[in-house]
């Protein structure tokens, strides 16, 4: 079964701390971190977010803002980091995901590192990260004002979708590109379904047990969304997939023929980061074009 590494941590049902950190026994008193290492796209976004970006060292492979980590060192994917280049940073904080840390903790407390675990399941937990990092890297007021203003904007959203018609949406996370192969969908428990009732929507994703699941084409054809945002990374450019002609094979499926199949291929779509507001607005103009605009590539 192929499915993506960022998708592959998404799926994971593991439990979520409100901000657990995790530190071997010292006897110093703590000290704000001046070394920061981030393994998690949305962990570096909340840190740029709440100015402590600066003290940065290094991040994932996978992280892509701000533009500035382009100069920063990689020091591993979302299951594993290179702990010989972490020891030889001297990081005093490294920052990861809930559901990277069944994977990483054990080898970073090896190392005799500080560690700070976020959630990253739910919306709520989205909010939670930006104060249990801030908190952390000592710019609690900072966070507590991100963390404001991105609930105000995500409820301005949820008041101006309040009592309209609700479409049944579909967002699909992963699959082969090119092709309706290997289809995973969010489902309930995710922030991004929250984010599509947020935007005026109606998720018709079957249960999965955990936030993110397959689905069998055959099943998709059951639920028939009105609406299919598709959020798959594929190939760019001249050789890079054509979304309308792949979902031209489930030509039957209403989002189709009305041609509400919407491409997004923005990473930052799948962070639970303060970004969770942007993407409720971009599900916004998606949904609800008559009150928001269209926002997304059909």
């Not at 909340?46 to 100015?51: D, K, P, Q, R, W």
């Not at 100069?71 to 904080?93: S, Y």
């Amino acid at each position: 079964m192929r499915i993506s590494a960022p998708l592959a941590c998404l799926c994971l049902l593991l439990s979520s701390g409100c901000g657990r950190m995790r530190e071997p026994q010292r006897t110093q008193p703590e000290r704000t971190p001046q070394r920061i290492v981030s393994l998690s796209p949305s962990a570096t976004e909340i840190l740029h977010g709440v100015g402590a970006f600066g003290r940065v060292v290094a991040v994932s492979n996978y992280c892509t803002y701000p533009p500035e980590v382009a100069r920063l060192p990689r020091v591993g994917n979302w299951l594993n980091a290179n702990l010989e280049q972490l020891a030889a940073l001297k990081a005093d904080l490294v920052i990861m995901n809930d559901a990277q840390s069944h994977f990483l903790s054990n080898q970073l407390d090896a190392l005799g590192v500080r560690t700070l675990v976020v959630p990253s399941q739910t919306l709520e937990e989205a909010f939670s990260a930006i104060g249990a990092i801030g908190r952390a890297v000592g710019n609690e007021r900072e966070a507590a004002e991100l963390e404001r203003a991105t609930r105000a904007s995500v409820e301005a959203i949820r008041a101006r979708t309040r009592g309209l018609e609700r479409p049944g949406v579909l967002c699909v996370v992963d699959r082969v590109p090119g092709t309706l192969r290997d289809l995973y969908t969010a489902t309930e428990g995710s922030f991004i379904t929250e984010l599509i009732d947020v935007a005026g929507g109606q998720s018709v994703a079957p249960r999965a047990g955990t936030s993110y699941g397959k689905i069998s084409k055959e099943a998709l054809l059951v639920v028939d969304p009105d609406i299919i945002i598709d959020m798959v990374q594929g190939s760019k450019g001249r050789l890079g997939e054509d979304p309308r002609r792949v979902w031209q094979e489930l030509a039957e499926i209403r989002a189709v023929r009305a041609g509400r199949v919407y491409s997004l291929d923005e990473m930052w779509l799948l962070h639970p980061s303060q970004f969770v507001a942007r993407t409720a607005r971009r599900f916004a103009e998606i949904i609800h074009p008559e009150v928001f605009g269209h926002g997304g590539r059909s």
